[in-house]
């Protein structure tokens, strides 16, 4: 086994197994602190695929803003001194059943789909090509998710802010 | 072409009424209170006076040149100029708008004479002085503007003015509707007028030509032939859209609504504006486009039509009124008719002449009429009048020889004009039998209701209550001179026209450079003379029949009132129900529009911000106004609608989440499942 | 066998599965939204991945980035709303907030 | 001097922002003139600017150009041109006027008089700013002391109209940064000079987008650029459907800064449109003039008059005239004939004289009877004749009486736009009809009829009211007549901005 392949499966392993503690932990600070594995080991993913501006974007954003928010949230609406912080699940076993449903068809799914090869894998920087594209042929997305991001920042503002009861 | 002669007078006789105008209507509330009216007349009739004079010179300078040469210009500056468009102020006499100028200047100077004693005992003496002045401009630019568009100047300026004029008695709102309804039915008619200036500007721009001058135009309106827009052909549809303007300004159907309600405002701008000067510009502006319409029979026939039937019509209106200037309002709407039915022959000369002789005769009547009513202490209602001929013997005699001279009496100013008329219909290449007969019935009603006018107002007993009776007095000089003159006008003006059988037709070889020669008739003599006879046998049974009912009383009124039912009389009395019929439809009609957008937009509404219906219907309410909510009420009530859109919905959501879930998370298996087995 | 496009598939799918998982089985909002997030994670693998691997251009990091974005912004509305109703009901139980049910 | 007229005239008004805010707070008549004084130069050095200004030259003039950013080529680069001038001097004149205006402002006389000089360099700057950097600063610049003039100073329902006009206005703001940025980033090398921009239109070409939903219509970059900067302008000018926020915004706002919104804010949409989407992106003017200036425009004349129509309130009645008559300028600018786009840019400068009229002559009754509702008044003609007359001459000026200026653009525009679109001229030409019907109806209910009895001692119009209106008066008189002593300046300018977008035309 190659090195890349060992580390490859050792950050797969690690997503994997953080995304399972958020899954399945009873404690809810201990299901928001795994994210962070997640997101990282989502990171390092995107760095063996080449895409080496979303795996910063990755960490900038969701390990630097998402999670900060999240354990914010979690903060927020826990008094952190109460011994039971609950972080109830219900029914588990439908819920189990039905996943398991799911992921079967999709890793079948998976097998049996001929995906298309590209002719060549590249390793190159993207991220100017990637500014390039939004500049030009994704200009109006781009405006228009700027657009949302404003419009989410006054929207979460405006419904997170204490009413001031008359 | 040959080079006009260049004068600088000719801009005095329009800007001195101007400078009139300005000073009245800037000094003269204080020189009123300070110095006195007569000052505030004397500024007001010098001026008008003065461009008579004026006005008589550039005759005078015409008569003295050859009959093809005849045409005086003042370019005084240029007053647009942008890529092909060049329009200058500039001004032109010919001998067409010479008579347009005696006229508007000679008839207005008699008629701001009258003025002083008519209006002397009225409050806003200098506003009313002003606003007559500032007519007198406008209409004497209209007739000689060198183009269309600064024609179109005078001719929205005097529509302000008779706006102003009919509305002058502003704290009666009798009166500013009228004002409202004469200004907007004009707007309508210049819609036209304006749309038919582009459109003569652009085909001849294609041509590389684009001008509005008159005397350019007329050289190259031959590169017009075959042009087409729409499927129309461009001489067509600019001559009528030109000729809607001319319906607008000179009352003709299907716009003609406005005149009566226009005898609002004081009598003697009933006789200037309204009958004599400004409803005649639309004959005027055909005859200055005569070349134009020429060149389009089609249109030709449209104006002969509305011409020949805005003359019955009118009559027929005529026949019942009881209002002594609603009578002669109608009158006016009828022998614009007749002009109309001249120019759509092609006898532009015919036209012209009846635009004159009727501007004497009318302005005669309007004028006898203030008097009646100055005298009865503003009584117009014509059944209560009667007997007036022994207290107002001037005004019966100069209305006597008017009323004979718009009936076609022989020897009078109106029977050589209208017989002109008749004539010309029965005899152009483009008239017909059938014009002429219906403009011969036109002429009987004519003699009819003219005559009962005559017969209720100065004959038979006095209706009138003791008290007017008591009051009643001749008017003043100041009044009753202009009134002579005007009835020596109603007779002599005829003379310069007469017919083909009595004589050379002075007026017609005068007006030839511009109208070109009148056609040669293909009757002989002995038919114009037949023709004439009939005429005049239909004019005196119609005098005869008002001479029955009215003045020997033999035969009822009411035999004939009650024909059909009286639905005859009925229609005829509320003026076929015209007004009603326009209110319906179209003052409705776009408020209906407006309505119609308020649903629409309601509709949209509701359907981007589902449920907030009521809302937005309080909203509107509170605003009266739709577009508020288009877009405010996406910004401001998109919480209350969401909300609204939810509780819609509410009836299939459980509100659990997990739920959902379950059942989205099912539906994607089942689908994944499908493409897996059966398109795959 | 080389690291391949199935394996970052697989990768995806089982990340996918544990935040059906985790939306499907918790009662608590802001772990419903951690779920949410794993699930926008493992689509972006798969673009990343068919960027990689299939189309040989960056257009689908380009969608990566938009999801990223769009998952901020859920984030932050998401969260805002876990607030409120936490102010509202002093509980962040999805199961007791069924207002909507009358 | 005379080498940096321009810049004199955009700053002397901070100037005197800076001197009214040292100035004593009680001191409130010291403050009023102080702010005249201060306005004053520019409206002096506006005519000297008009009878120095070349009108055979088509080019910019009065140029000043100096380096600012270098690091981002970004300069100070001030000049006039035929498109700028008309809006320059009205700007110069209307901000004097209005100064007299808001002279009965008693509330924070200090603030409102500071605000009102910033506004006025922000939107001298516009006009007469050539460097896409400092026009957007400019812009900005403009907005903010209108929002607390209409937030601090306005009616009832101030903070509401202030908030919506921000809004509005800062969502125009932000497409038409990002436009600009998209002009910058494309142009080699990146510029600002809007003179360069032009110069390198025709880089842009039509390369066609590949995204929805710009993939089944043959849209290019300079499309997609075109649409951002038009959605920008046509809030400022307003056109449908971004027109809501004017009426709210009129209404509230007081009287001298509705004058200053209908009379120059709304311009520099148009004026925008003319500066920068005409000669920048001429291909994307040539295929979408039609449909978003001169079908819009169309709608714009119609829909303005039926709203109008159906206010009772006096302001926004004025408010939607003013829809109603930017629609010709739109029309007039799709024509792309000299008369249309003359007619335009004429009819800019006249909406601001005439419209300016009728905002000062609601204010003068406002202040007096304190309410707007049309149907409130009536035969004020009998008490104040002088102010009558003047709300009668402004009334048909409005209408496009003519011999008074605005029918001169109007009947320009129309006959502009008959070449290109007959249909769209007629029923625009319709639009006189409706014109007429609401404003004479306006006439007939406030100041004709029975004198209402409430207003029988009302006091006839003051001198300070006069003079604010005596002068735009004259020049809607003078226009109507000698029409030449603007449309000398534009002609050629105006010119040389068809001839860069006519080639286009299909």
Known sequence: ?166 | MEHPIQTDYLRWIVLLPLLGAGWNGLLGAQLQKRVGKWLVSLFACAPVVFSFLLSLAAFFGLLALKPEERFLTDRVYAWLSLGSLHVDVAFWVDPLSAVMILVVTGIGGLIHIYSIGYMHEDRSYWRYFAFLNLFTFAMLLLVTADNLLLMFIGWEGVGLCSYALIGFWYQDHVNTRAGNKAFIVNRVGDFGFILGIFLIFWSLDQQGHGTVAFREIATFASLLQGQEIWGIGVVTLATLFLFLGATGKSAQIPLYVWLPDAMQGPTPVSALIHAATMVTAGVYMIARLNFLFSMAPVTLEVVASVGVATALLAATIALTQTDIKRVLAYSTISQLGYMFLAAGVAAYGAAIFHLMTHAFFKACLFLGSGSVIHAMGGEQDMRKMGGLSRSLPWTFWTFTIAVLAIAGTPLTAGFFSKDEILWQAFSSPHGSSWLWLLGVAGAGMTAFYMFRQLFLVFFGECRADHHVQEHLHESPKVMTLPLVVLAVGSIAAGWIGLPGIFGPNLFAQWLEPVLGAAHEAHGSGAAEGTLMVFSVGVAAFGFYLAYLIYYRRALAPEHFSSLAGGLLYRLSYNKYYIDEIYQFVFIRGTLLLARIGVWIDQYIIDFIVDGSARTTALVSWVNGLFDNYVIDGIVNQLADSTFAAGDKFRKVQTGNINSYLYVILGAVIVAIIVKLRYWS | MAIGLTHYLVLGAILFSLGLYTVLTRRNAISVLMGVELILNSANINYVAFSHFSSGNVDGQIYAIFVIMLAAAEAAVGLAIVLAIFQLFHTIDVGAVETLKE | MTDHVLTYMTFFPLAGMVVVLLLPRERHDLVRWASALFTLPPLLLAVWLYRNFDPVNPGLQFVEKAAWIPAYNINYFVAVDGISISMVLLTALLTFLCIFASWGIDKGVKGYFALFLLLDTGMMGVFVALDFFLFYIFWEVMLLPMYFLIGIWGGPRREYAAIKFFLYTLFGSVLMLLAILALYFSSEPHTFDMTQLIAQSSRYGTTPLHFWPFDHLRWGFQHVVWMALFIGFAIKIPAFPFHTWLPDAHVEAPTAISVILAGILLKMGAYGILRINYPMLPEATADLAYYFLGALGTWNIIYGALCAMAQKDFKKLVAYSSVSHMGYVMLGMASFTPQGISGAVLQMFNHGTITGMLFLLVGVIYDRAHHRDIDGFGGLAAVMPVYTGVSVLAFFASMGLPGLSGFISEVLVLLGAWQKYPLLSALGASGVILTAGYLLWTIQRVYLGATNEKYKAMPEINGRELFTLVPLGIIVIILGVYPNALLDLLRASLDQLNQLVIPHLS
Do not use: C
Request: a neutral charge.
């Open chain 1, 1 to 166: 086994m190659e090195l890349a392949t060992a580390i490859f499966y050792l950050v797969a392993a690690v997503t994997v197994g953080s995304a399972a503690m958020v899954a399945f932990s009873r404690n809810i600070i201990y299901s928001a602190f795994s994210l962070l594995g997640t997101f990282a080991g989502v990171a390092g993913i995107y760095v063996f695929l080449g895409a080496d501006f979303v795996a910063a974007v990755q960490v900038l954003i969701y390990v630097g803003g998402i999670l900060v928010l999240i354990l914010f949230a979690v903060m927020l609406t826990h008094r952190i001194t109460d011994v039971q912080i609950t972080n109830r699940a219900a029914g588990r076993i439908p819920a189990l059943v039905m996943v398991a449903v799911f992921i079967a068809l999709l890793v079948q799914t998976i097998q049996e789909t001929p995906w298309v090869k590209a002719k060549e894998i590249v390793y190159v920087p993207t991220t100017g090509a990637i500014g390039d594209l939004f500049l030009q042929s994704y200009l109006l997305p781009f405006e228009l998710a700027s657009l949302v991001l404003l419009a989410a920042l006054i929207g979460a503002v405006v419904l997170a802010r204490k009413e001031i009861k008359e």
